[in-house]
């Protein structure tokens, strides 16, 4: 512990260059003021552009916007559409969970668009990276696009009839405007705990972790699937890495956190507005994130 240590835990939650407390704190107001006639607008928009179409934009826009908005309330505003949808409750569901990835990749690009995304900057900013606020985008953004609008291309083929609402997933919960101020106040807290934990595990990190091959590292972080990825990368990553390294560990988690509900905050926050259960998630989201994390690994393995 140390004086510098605490005041880095107090402010990089907050830090201009990675202001996702801000990020969240606005967006989730601003959310809170059209959320009403967004659910109102959208079996309008659906039929408008299609069903097919207007799926693949739901996935590939709240997963690149996510990396402005959050990936918090890009996960409050696919619990409207999902809301506003009169599908049947299977499809839904998938079409939840396909969304949920692309959020997760897609939050990656920025560090206001999730937790993951804020410590990986604050811990790569000094030597010999020096990661500023597009550090993240310009290292990944080429594995994470390309993967969103593929997710995207997959909710095209989640076909389903229109049901009554009673026969689709609907948010069990209306937000309230406090909501959105705890909210803001609990991510606060989250990321100040990532710093303090990615300090403490910082030696361990430099003495273990870094010497482990990067297939080992990419693979390891399965375990994201039932562990929250953010708390995962602020254990794991350490600026003595290499880009390869990093980017190994970054996709490893990012991939494996969509698998199960308890690994990124899109699953979570959907899951317990709209009642997906864990059996419904595992069945589809495991053999999705599977697949994803083979073509990822032969993809790391050619750059």
């Not at 739901?58 to 809301?83: P, Y």
Request: aromatic share 8%; net charge positive; glycine share 8%.
């Amino acid at each position: 512990w140390s004086g510098h240590l605490v005041v880095d835990a107090l402010l990089d939650p907050i830090r201009l260059k990675h202001p996702i407390v801000e990020a969240v704190l606005v967006a989730g107001l601003l959310f809170g003021f059209f959320r009403d006639r967004m659910r109102r607008h959208v079996m309008g928009i659906e039929r408008a552009v299609g069903q097919r179409f207007f799926l693949f934009l739901v996935v590939v826009l709240l997963g690149l916007l996510s990396s402005v908005i959050t990936a918090i309330i890009a996960s409050l505003v696919l619990a409207e559409i999902i809301t506003g949808l009169r599908l049947d409750k299977k499809i839904e569901t998938r079409l939840v969970i396909v969304t949920c990835f692309s959020i997760g990749l897609g939050a990656t690009l920025t560090p206001v668009g999730e937790p993951l995304a804020t410590i990986a900057v604050a811990k790569l900013a000094g030597e010999p990276y020096h990661a500023g606020f597009w550090f993240l985008f310009q290292k990944l953004a080429l594995l994470i696009i390309p993967g969103v609008v593929a997710l995207g291309i997959v909710a095209m083929f989640l076909r389903g009839k229109e049901v009554t609402y009673a026969e689709s997933i609907s948010e069990s919960k209306m937000e309230k405007l406090s909501d959105v101020f705890i909210r803001a106040g609990k991510v606060y807290l989250f990321v100040m705990a990532l710093v303090l934990l990615g300090t403490g595990f910082q030696p361990l990190i430099d003495k273990y972790v870094i010497h482990l091959p990067t297939a080992a590292l990419y693979w390891i972080n399965m375990i994201s699937a039932i562990l929250d990825n953010a708390t995962l990368t602020a254990a794991e990553l350490s600026p003595k890495m290499s880009l390869i390294q990093i980017r190994s560990i970054l996709m490893g988690l990012l991939i494996a956190g969509g698998m199960l509900i308890p690994g990124n905050i899109p699953n979570i926050i959907c899951a317990g507005k709209l009642g997906v259960k864990s059996r419904e998630w595992a069945v589809f989201g495991i053999p999705l994130g599977l697949a994803m994390m083979i073509v990822y690994f032969i993809v790391l393995q050619l750059i």
